[in-house]
């Protein structure tokens, strides 16, 4: 038998080119799409500025700067308030105004035509946020260990818990805006939530006497009741309001964000 023979006949095994049109398990799906949203994420240079110098200018900033009376010890007041900033900015804004503007320019759009069901979208956004604000949450408490910081282990443990509730709470509030409203809405509502809530959650560590109600108002909004759990937290003790606000309003989010959520 010639060369060409051998080769024509032994080069495959039957079915090798069959087609498979199956498609891949839910754990394969979101796997992928996690690694696909998270180098999206890293490749951002709005969302770095969002998640990583914002986040690290202020908490170098306030700890070293004879800024307003924040207590005996300013960093053990700052990093909670940092990390509150820092979780909101990365869950929330940068998340809703980057879905807003995948929806607009039809990426949102390409992936709906795919198997990838509409939760698996949702949860593989919010996988990558959550790594994201992991290494954020591990640089800022390196940076605020440098600076004397220095909570026990047991705080950090629920510190981390809290962060990770936070995470949650924000990924589903920024995907049920950026996932409803037209980009241009999303940035401009996005940008001006962040103003608000980062004051809103400025209330918590304020050491001077301010109404009753108003200390109470500032609990029940997400930044209030994340900047509030985690204050708590690092210290070695649980704020129950703020975990139960914290969860009201991620599982109304989520559950709106998973119904409403438009791929166009």
């Given at each position: 038998?010639?060369?060409?023979?051998?080769?024509?006949?032994?080069?495959?095994?039957?079915?090798?080119?069959?087609?498979?049109?199956?498609?891949?398990?839910?754990?394969?799906?979101?796997?992928?799409?996690?690694?696909?949203?998270?180098?999206?994420?890293?490749?951002?240079?709005?969302?770095l500025l969002?998640?990583?110098?914002?986040?690290?200018?202020?908490?170098?900033?306030?700890?070293?700067?004879?800024?307003?009376?924040?207590?005996?010890?300013?960093?053990?007041?700052?990093?909670?308030?940092?990390?509150?900033?820092?979780?909101m900015s990365?869950?929330?804004?940068?998340?809703?105004?980057?879905?807003?503007?995948?929806?607009?320019?039809?990426?949102?759009?390409?992936?709906?035509?795919?198997?990838?069901?509409?939760?698996?979208?949702?949860?593989?956004?919010?996988?990558?946020?959550?790594?994201?604000?992991?290494?954020?949450?591990?640089?800022?408490?390196?940076?605020?260990?440098?600076?004397?910081?220095?909570?026990?282990?047991?705080?950090?443990?629920?510190?981390?818990?809290?962060?990770?509730?936070?995470?949650?709470?924000?990924?589903?509030?920024?995907?049920?805006?950026?996932?409803?409203?037209?980009?241009?809405?999303?940035?401009?509502?996005?940008?001006?939530?962040?103003?608000?809530?980062?004051?809103?959650?400025?209330?918590?560590?304020?050491?001077g006497d301010?109404?009753?109600?108003?200390?109470?108002?500032?609990?029940?909004?997400?930044?209030?009741?994340?900047?509030?759990?985690?204050?708590?937290?690092?210290?070695?003790?649980?704020?129950?309001?703020?975990?139960?606000?914290?969860?009201?309003?991620?599982?109304?989010?989520?559950?709106?964000?998973?119904?409403?959520?438009?791929?166009?």
């Amino acid at each position: 038998m010639s060369t060409s023979g051998r080769l024509a006949t032994n080069r495959f095994a039957p079915g090798t080119f069959t087609p498979d049109p199956r498609p891949s398990g839910a754990a394969a799906m979101l796997q992928a799409q996690t690694g696909l949203e998270l180098k999206l994420l890293l490749r951002n240079g709005e969302q770095l500025l969002l998640t990583m110098f914002i986040p690290i200018t202020l908490l170098i900033g306030l700890c070293l700067l004879p800024i307003g009376d924040l207590g005996t010890s300013r960093v053990d007041t700052v990093v909670p308030a940092v990390m509150m900033v820092a979780v909101m900015s990365t869950a929330f804004t940068g998340q809703a105004i980057a879905v807003g503007f995948d929806r607009r320019y039809g990426a949102l759009k390409r992936l709906g035509a795919t198997p990838l069901p509409t939760w698996g979208i949702i949860a593989g956004k919010s996988a990558a946020v959550v790594i994201v604000v992991a290494f954020q949450s591990v640089l800022l408490g390196s940076i605020g260990l440098a600076l004397g910081w220095r909570p026990s282990l047991f705080g950090l443990a629920l510190g981390a818990m809290m962060i990770a509730l936070g995470t949650v709470a924000f990924a589903a509030m920024g995907l049920l805006l950026g996932g409803t409203l037209r980009a241009e809405i999303v940035l401009a509502l996005a940008n001006i939530l962040w103003f608000v809530m980062v004051g809103v959650g400025s209330v918590v560590f304020v050491t001077g006497d301010i109404p009753w109600l108003l200390h109470t108002g500032a609990r029940l909004i997400p930044s209030g009741a994340l900047a509030h759990a985690l204050d708590a937290a690092l210290l070695g003790s649980v704020d129950v309001l703020s975990v139960v606000v914290l969860v009201v309003w991620g599982s109304v989010t989520g559950v709106l964000a998973s119904k409403m959520f438009r791929f166009t």
